[in-house]
């Protein structure tokens, strides 16, 4: 059987769902955690630290970059637009 390819997963939103979220998924062989933005940084200095994923200030900057398969979008819903 051919080896799968990993799926590369970035987040928008480094806070506390950010991070329940990454811990799930790096455990799952199938994916790995590439990179993070948030507008704070002390939350991007933590998961750059704990999961080692490349950290953008800015989320247009980190989707621009490319080799990303999926975005998880963890910010508060009162940020989302309507």
């Known amino acids: 059987m051919p ?3 990993k799926i590369r997963v ?3 939103g480094a806070g506390g769902i950010a991070c329940h979220h990454m811990g ?3 455990k799952m062989d199938d994916v ?3 990179a993070a933005s948030d ?3 002390e939350a991007l200095k ?3 630290k704990d999961y080692k994923v490349k950290v953008y200030e800015n989320y247009t900057d980190m989707i621009a970059e490319g080799g990303l ?3 998880s979008v963890c ?3 009162y940020l989302y637009k309507q």
Request: proline content about 4%; aromatic content about 4%.
């Open 3 to 5: 080896k799968q390819k």
């Open 10 to 12: 970035g987040f928008i």
């Open 24 to 26: 799930i998924l790096a």
């Open 32 to 34: 790995k955690l590439v």
């Open 39 to 41: 507008v704070s940084a």
């Open 46 to 48: 933590k998961v750059e």
């Open 69 to 71: 398969d999926a975005v």
């Open 75 to 77: 910010t508060p819903n």
